[in-house]
């Protein structure tokens, strides 16, 4: 059995290209933003709405029960906005 080995170069200058974004002051900048906003949607829906656990069983409808969560969270969102 004859092995090969072969370099993808595309892909090495496409991982070198998101290497220089990231390291970049813009992108150090959207690192330390991203780490922070999911935490304000995880604390809201735990603290403030007490939501602890999911009340469906199975993966599907857990999904649907999150992605209504988020729906909530988003109009809670747009409604404070509007109101400011």
């Known amino acids: 059995m004859e092995r090969r080995l072969e370099v993808n170069v595309r892909l ?3 991982r070198q290209e998101a290497r220089a974004n990231l390291m970049s002051e813009d992108g150090i900048a959207f690192r330390k933003k991203r ?3 999911p935490e304000f949607v995880f604390s809201r829906v735990k603290w403030c709405w007490g939501y602890k656990r ?4 199975g993966i599907e ?4 029960e999150w992605g209504l969560l988020c729906m909530a969270h988003n109009l809670a969102r747009v409604a404070s906005i509007k109101l400011t």
């Open 12 to 14: 090495n200058e496409l």
């Open 35 to 37: 780490c922070i906003e």
């Open 54 to 57: 999911f009340l469906l069983r």
């Open 61 to 64: 409808k857990v999904e649907v």
